[in-house]
């Protein structure tokens, strides 16, 4: 999904793309070798990047908040962001942060889970203190609006729930069962919406891939 977010922008050597919520890397790694961009990430977790710099080597990778971007404005061309957004305390704030560092005519690539049904209410998602993105789910309008309404104007939306089946089969056959492997994952903390079939058990989980651009020319 990444390499079709950059084919579909056109993306060509030497832009200049941040990841935002990159945790170790792979995807910055995976976008300077392959399409040449200028990719750099930034990960509020300190372990994951240092994960990423064994696993990686040096790559431009700095700690900082999806909602207060370490990047001045119009720096970049492109921001990806994948299953990153449905982790953020405040969506908004993020997607504000995101449209300011573009550029003018800049792109969004977005990648995440969302409910393919209405939203829950928050007070029902049965949130905790363990970061989730099932937790944060929200149905395909939610997101479409909060994207526009931030300011982008939006260009593609492709449902690819299909690939979730994959993974799933792919834990499953991995771990025994989807509940080891939350419980792997999270321990006896593990989220109730990791478990009942993400935002608060009221739908099913989708996966999506969301291109939005920034209005004007660069």
Avoid at 83 to 89: E, F, K
């Amino acid at each position: 999904m990444t390499d079709r977010g950059v084919a579909y922008c056109g993306l060509a050597p030497g832009v200049r793309l941040l990841d935002v919520g990159c945790g170790t890397g792979a995807a910055v790694h995976h976008l300077r070798r392959h399409h040449g961009l200028t990719a750099m990430g930034i990960d509020r977790s300190a372990v994951l990047l240092e994960d990423g710099t064994r696993s990686h080597g040096a790559l431009p990778l700095v700690q900082g908040r999806a909602e207060a971007l370490p990047v001045g404005d119009g720096r970049v061309q492109a921001v990806l962001c994948e299953c990153v957004l449905s982790l953020c305390p405040d969506p908004l704030c993020t997607l504000g942060e995101t449209l300011r560092v573009l550029q003018p005519g800049g792109y969004l690539v977005l990648t995440d889970v969302y409910a393919r049904g209405p939203s829950a209410p928050a007070e029902k998602t049965g949130r905790s203190n363990v970061s989730c993105c099932l937790q944060g789910a929200v149905d395909r309008n939610t997101l479409e609006t909060r994207v526009t309404g931030a300011g982008f104007d939006l260009l593609l939306w492709e449902d690819h729930s299909l690939l979730l089946k994959h993974l799933a089969a792919q834990l499953v056959w991995t771990y025994g069962s989807l509940d080891a492997f939350w419980s792997a994952v999270y321990g006896p903390d593990a989220p109730a919406a990791a478990h009942d079939g993400g935002a608060g058990g009221c739908c099913r989980p989708g996966y999506c891939l969301l291109v939005a651009q920034k209005p004007g020319t660069g």
